[in-house]
């Protein structure tokens, strides 16, 4: 065998192997956005920050049961959560809804996930299925104020 055809298979089995790692790559990006999906915030509509407490579905943060599933409206405002207690059953499909009236919040439910920049007036809209039983805390992680440190609040999922 002379030189070249060596020189040759190696090139080959490298082609291949950049290939392959190709193919890998793909299916990792298809397993990222199926396995995600629900918990990458939408941004879906816009409301006057002055008017999140006073008008509209904001202005009743609940949590509505849709069948076996769940919305809520929620507020991230300074500093804390509105609803501030969310019970929800293990496997139900919860939609938040979130917007702040007044600066930007974190929303992020460790354990998920869920993360989602508020933006006063955006809102913003994720899903998700809770498979555990347990208490899930809501933490803020955006910088908003003196506040900040203590914005917290939780979901509750139930059997
Ligand atoms: Cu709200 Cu930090």
């Known amino acids: 065998m002379d030189d070249h055809s060596i020189i040759?298979?190696?090139?080959?089995a490298?082609?291949?192997f950049g290939l392959g790692m190709i193919v890998v790559f793909i299916l990792l990006i298809g397993y990222t956005l199926v396995s995600s999906r629900?918990?990458?915030p939408l941004a879906v509509g816009q409301v006057n920050a002055s008017e999140v407490r006073t008008q509209g579905e904001f202005a009743n943060p609940r949590v509505e049961k849709v069948g076996r599933d769940y919305v809520v409206y929620m507020q991230a405002f300074a500093f804390g959560y509105l609803p501030a207690d969310i019970r929800v059953k293990k496997g139900a499909k919860v939609t938040f809804y979130i917007t702040s009236p007044d600066v930007l919040h974190g929303f992020?439910?460790?354990?998920?996930?869920i993360n989602v920049e508020v933006i006063?007036?955006?809102i913003a809209k994720v899903s998700q299925v809770f498979n555990q039983?347990?208490?899930y805390r809501i933490l803020c992680n955006e910088?908003?104020?003196i506040g900040h440190a203590s914005m917290i609040s939780k979901i509750t999922v139930e059997e």
């Open 143 to 145: 910088y908003c104020g």
């Open 8 to 12: 040759e298979r190696y090139e080959r």
């Open 108 to 113: 992020n439910i460790e354990r998920t996930n």
């Open 14 to 16: 490298w082609i291949f």
């Open 38 to 40: 629900g918990s990458i």
């Open 120 to 122: 006063p007036g955006e």
């Open 133 to 135: 039983t347990g208490e």
